[in-house]
């Protein structure tokens, strides 16, 4: 194990526990390289597989919302023009107290896709996701899987501005900015999406479930593949949820070579 690795597992609490395997579920090293016996997790969660997800509710919302100029416009735009009309958007409140709008960040051709559900204050002063201490172990958990923030990874929130005192996203403001973070996936064309807690995946999925019920499986946004994991600044408080993440990741990391390799296979 690198020692760059080995400091981040360590900052992140979760040496000796957290070990990228391989699809066979085997560590990537052994307990004596890593200077650690016994001390491989089990792993029940990788085995669950399961593909769900029916496009029936997603087909009435995409009738309804292709009825609205607004949401038309949206889906004719390019990712710079998202952007700029993102800037100067006023179909929410969140327009009112906002410093910046928070676009996204990131390789616009990238496989992964994380989507948090909006941004707070670091975000707002800065204008990118993902920022401050949620920021940097957001990156130490890619950096964990061999990811880097801008190499084919890609970061978006469910809303682009910030609710005001970190309170979750209002339904009308999550509407008022859905077009947008639908425009930007179907541009950027994922394999996967991580959607990070569960403000994230419940208004991905349009409907409500618990992160501790959605992990571990594969599930759909608008038919590219997605899991679901703990929120970074959930992970910050827990050390627990934090060996849980890492097996999500591992479980990401596992389905994306799935489908790297489907992709790869002659039909
Ligand atoms: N939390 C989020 O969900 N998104 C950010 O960009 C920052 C914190």
Aim: a neutral charge.
């Amino acid at each position: 194990m690198s020692a760059r690795r080995d400091e981040i597992l360590q900052e992140l609490g979760l040496m000796p526990l957290w070990r990228l395997r391989d699809t066979a579920g085997n560590a990537s090293e052994t307990a004596a390289e890593s200077g650690a016996a016994g001390d491989t997790p089990a792993q029940p969660e990788l085995a669950k597989r399961e593909v769900t997800g029916g496009d029936a509710p997603q087909v009435r919302i995409d009738a309804a919302m292709s009825l609205d100029p607004r949401v038309a416009d949206i889906m004719r735009m390019d990712l710079p023009q998202i952007k700029e009309s993102v800037a100067s958007c006023l179909s929410c409140p969140l327009h009112k107290t906002r410093n910046k709008t928070v676009f996204g960040v990131g390789d616009e051709h990238a496989e992964w896709l994380f989507v948090g559900e909006g941004p707070g204050a670091d975000e707002d002063a800065k204008g990118e996701p993902f920022v401050g201490q949620v920021g940097k172990l957001l990156d130490n958990m890619l950096a964990a899987i061999k990811l880097k923030r801008g190499e084919n990874v890609y970061i978006a929130n469910v809303v682009k501005c910030r609710p005001p005192g970190n309170r979750d996203p209002e339904p009308l403001e999550v509407a008022q900015c859905e077009p947008y973070l639908h425009r930007q996936i179907e541009l950027i064309k994922p394999k996967l999406i991580i959607a990070l807690g569960k403000v994230a995946a419940v208004n991905l999925l349009k409907r409500d479930a618990s992160v501790a019920s959605l992990r571990g499986k594969v599930l759909e946004y608008r038919g590219i593949p997605m899991i679901v994991t703990y929120h970074p600044a959930y992970l910050l408080g827990s050390l627990p949820e934090k060996a849980k993440a890492w097996i999500d990741l591992c479980f990401a990391v596992d389905t994306m070579r799935d489908l790297q390799s489907r992709q790869q296979a002659p039909i």
